[in-house]
């Protein structure tokens, strides 16, 4: 159990200690997709959705969510963010849109965690508000694209 960071040596979850950790400038990114029918994605993209502007909702989903993480992922510890986005693009070769979600920060800490979140919220934002005309979207794809910083270093898909 002592490679396993997040349980103590009689195997309870805890929370790292990264306090001795130096302060580092770190961001990550993740991505994901949301495939639906063609006539969904036209909706979307025609911005004629009755719960209003989908892809504008589900960015800003995204970055509250990104903030919002240590509240969500037990563990996680809470960091404060300099940065985060959401971009979203319509991919008619799904068909669906393809979320992108980015986080930084300075600190002792990662946030690929941040990034995930945000995706994931962005993706279920968007089934959310599309559903009532296309319950068989499915979610797909969360994945870490790429991280900068840290005592691992970078690493990239």
Do not use: F, Q
Not at 62 to 87: F, N, Q, S, Y
Request: charged share 25%.
């Amino acid at each position: 159990m002592s490679d396993l960071t997040h349980l103590d040596a009689e195997g309870r979850a805890r929370m790292v200690d990264v306090g001795a950790k130096a302060e580092t400038a770190r961001t990550a990114r993740a991505e994901g997709s949301i495939s639906m029918t063609a006539e969904t994605l036209d909706a979307i993209t025609r911005n004629t959705v009755a719960k209003g502007d989908v892809i504008a909702t589900a960015r800003i989903a995204g970055v509250m969510a990104a903030k919002r993480t240590p509240d969500l992922i037990p563990l996680c510890h809470p960091i404060t963010l300099t940065d985060a986005g959401v971009d979203i693009e319509a991919d008619r070769s799904l068909p669906g849109l393809r979320v992108t979600a980015w986080a930084s920060t300075t600190g002792r800490t990662g946030v690929e965690m941040e990034a995930l979140t945000a995706v994931s919220v962005a993706l279920l934002t968007i089934y959310d508000m599309a559903k009532a005309i296309d319950r068989g979207m499915e979610l797909g794809s969360v994945r870490l694209t790429e991280k900068r910083g840290g005592r691992s270093g970078d690493w990239e898909r």
